[in-house]
């Protein structure tokens, strides 16, 4: 499982609200990448890091944020959730290979 | 940016036969192409993969092919057995930070 964990597993929020999930990684890796999934669209890259402090955006960046204090951490905030940010979420880690690996996803659903 | 187009999006085979999912891409910068299985309501996992310096590369009962001239690869299942049965992703990058793009994604369900 390449060591990744992701916090909350589920979550159900109002429109609105601001939440946050967490990726954490356990093998040191420098890149790291939050993916959304949703029916018909595949995944879709949201924002990714390579490094401390260092990130960009994806795809689909707007109405999220990211932040990297800790190479092992990596936080996904969305600081108005709406019902379009609906989806599935997976963290992934990037190996020295250039291989992905992924964490075990959250599942958010925004009423 | 990268594209990536995935076909067919579902796949019905009977046990035994094989498999083939084809996927084009856009961008000709693209060098790795990785194809990853989603079983229900789990994780992609990353099953295959190949770069643009290689043709062809097989694991036991999976292969994948790359013609970078068409900008095309594609995923081959022989033997196809039941717990095959998933999604199907390919994506290709351009490098590091390899931020991929995916297809649609394949059902691939095999039936006895």
């Known amino acids: 499982d390449a060591g990744i964990t992701q916090s909350p597993r589920h979550k159900v929020t109002e429109t609105g609200t601001p939440v946050t999930l967490r990726c954490h990684q356990t093998?040191?890796?420098?890149?790291m990448y939050w993916y959304r999934q949703d029916p018909g669209h595949g995944l879709r890259l949201i924002h990714y890091?390579?490094?401390?402090?260092?990130?960009d955006k994806g795809e689909v960046s707007d109405g999220y944020s990211v932040s990297r204090s800790k190479t092992e951490d990596f936080l996904l905030t969305l600081e108005s959730a709406t019902s379009s940010q609906t989806s599935v979420y997976f963290c992934?880690?990037?190996?020295?290979?250039?291989?992905?690996?992924f964490g075990p996803g959250t599942r958010l659903t925004v009423t | 940016g990268e594209n990536v187009e995935q076909h067919p999006s579902t796949l019905s085979v009977q046990e035994g036969d094989s498999a083939v999912i084809k996927c084009t891409y856009s961008d000709s910068a693209s060098n790795y192409f990785p194809w990853y299985k989603q079983e229900l309501g789990k994780r992609p996992q990353l099953i295959i993969d190949i770069r643009s310096n290689v043709g062809e590369k097989k694991d036991q009962r999976i292969a994948v092919t790359l013609n970078k001239t068409a900008k095309h690869f594609s995923l081959h299942i022989t033997e196809t057995q039941p717990e095959d049965s998933a999604v199907y992703f390919c994506a290709a990058t351009t490098g590091t930070a390899s931020k991929l793009t995916f297809g649609t994604g394949t059902r691939l369900q095999v039936t006895l």
């Open positions: 093998e040191n890796h420098r890149y």
């Open positions: 890091s390579y490094g401390v402090k260092d990130t």
């Open positions: 992934a880690v990037e190996t020295n290979l250039g291989e992905q690996y």
